[in-house]
């Protein structure tokens, strides 16, 4: 058997060679599509980088980023997970009706705490505005029945109401939970791959909002899918593989004949100078990423004009999850304002009152916002 032994040792040896020259012959990989991320690269060797153990880490990070055969066997783990009867990778349970939810974690009190103080003194700042908020459940909170059994997570629903109850009156909070749970069996709400809610749960949410927000304009909407090949974050995030990609629906206005002429926007965003005629951004239907229609994803600040004779402004402080719900709120407004305080760093207040905002909306996804520490940074008042 000593024969045997040389055998198997010698041919280990010569797949650890094949991978290491495969590694360094082959061009790098910046971006993976599949788990829309930018991937690590060769870390720089120097005598700082080497003496306090960074360089190491960077090569642990490039090997694993750049293994050659990395998509295959993240798939083959998930299938063997799967397989095992282990159905949670990476923070990411795979469900009955065959889709992907994101665990909730508990929040950090502390940050908590911090966050729901800088809303409310921002808007005790500003007291001739109104000031809405709205936390959406993710999928987890609305299915929690096609969990894998005993699957731990936090309740998103207790965090939801307990955010609500502490923010009081200085907030009028726009709650969807039920507007969401009535049509859970009869519109797909959350896409089977991806965090997001669809656009078909914002257009419902947005139903809600119009109430609380006095929004009246007669425009009505009309929906398309735009994309039938949709394999989201989570699917990216976990490895794991659904038996069917998700589609992404857009709304479109359908002005009244009266309004036909007044009916033009334009978004503006100030980071790239770029202006355009329309919220969607059709050339990322192409991409990896086609989600990013909405908007060309995420951006500091832009701000949409349009051209109705509407007196009312709006700031709207957001994550991704109100990308897909904007569009219906322009045929009300005259400015919407809109910030991701994750990438923005000037000045909130200025802007609120240089710009003369009268309502102002915080829209975020319960979970993005139980692990946020970016919202309470922009809110604080740094005079």
């Given at each position: 058997?000593?024969?045997?032994?040389?055998?198997?040792?010698?041919?280990?040896?010569?797949?650890i060679l094949a991978f290491t020259v495969?590694?360094?012959?082959?061009?790098?990989?910046?971006?993976?599509?599949?788990?829309?991320?930018s991937l690590s690269g060769k870390p720089a060797l120097t005598l700082s980088t080497l003496s306090d153990g960074s360089f190491m880490d960077g090569i642990e990070a490039y090997a694993a980023d750049q293994f050659p055969g990395r998509n295959a066997l993240m798939t083959m783990k998930t299938s063997l997970l799967l397989f095992t009867g282990d159905r949670e990778s990476q923070g990411v349970y795979y469900c009955g009706d065959d889709r992907l939810m994101e665990r909730f974690y508990p929040a950090d009190p502390e940050n908590k705490e911090e966050t729901i103080q800088e809303m409310a003194d921002f808007s005790a700042r500003h007291e001739n505005t109104d000031f809405y908020f709205m936390l959406v459940p993710s999928a987890i909170a609305v299915y929690p029945e096609l969990l894998p059994k005993n699957a731990p997570t936090a309740s998103e629903d207790a965090y939801i109401d307990d955010f609500y109850?502490?923010?009081?009156?200085s907030y009028n909070c726009i709650d969807v939970r039920e507007a969401l749970n009535s049509?859970?069996?009869?519109?797909?709400?959350?896409?089977?791959?991806?965090?997001?809610?669809?656009?078909?749960?914002?257009?419902?949410?947005?139903g809600v909002l119009q109430q609380?927000?006095?929004?009246?304009?007669?425009v009505t909407f009309r929906s398309g899918i735009v994309c039938n090949e949709f394999f989201?974050?989570?699917?990216?995030?976990?490895?794991?593989?659904t038996k069917k990609a998700d589609a992404i629906r857009v709304y479109l206005p359908e002005y009244p004949e009266e309004l036909m002429d007044n009916s033009y926007y334009t978004v503006t965003y100030p980071e790239n100078m770029k202006r355009s005629g329309s919220c969607y951004e059709t050339d990322a239907l192409l991409t990896d990423d086609p989600y990013q229609v909405f908007f060309g994803s995420n951006h500091p600040i832009f701000t949409?004009?349009?051209?109705?004779?509407?007196?009312?402004?709006?700031?709207?402080?957001?994550?991704?999850?109100?990308?897909?719900?904007i569009p219906f709120l322009i045929p009300d407004y005259k400015r919407i304002t809109v910030v991701d305080p994750r990438y923005y760093y000037d000045d909130i207040d200025a802007l609120v009152i240089s710009e003369g905002y009268d309502e102002v909306l915080f829209l975020y996804n319960a979970n993005t916002l139980s692990a946020d520490t970016s919202l309470k940074t922009v809110l604080k008042n740094n005079q």
């Open positions: 058997m000593r024969w045997y032994h040389r055998y198997v040792g010698f041919s280990f040896i010569l797949i495969i590694l360094l012959v082959r061009p790098d990989r910046a971006y993976s599509g599949k788990e829309k991320r109850s502490r923010l009081g009156s049509h859970k069996d009869d519109t797909l709400l959350y896409y089977r791959t991806d965090h997001h809610w669809t656009t078909d749960a914002a257009y419902l949410a947005f609380q927000m006095n929004l009246s304009s007669p989201g974050s989570l699917s990216a995030k976990s490895g794991y593989l949409i004009d349009t051209s109705l004779e509407s007196d009312r402004k709006l700031l709207v402080v957001k994550d991704s999850y109100a990308n897909c719900l």
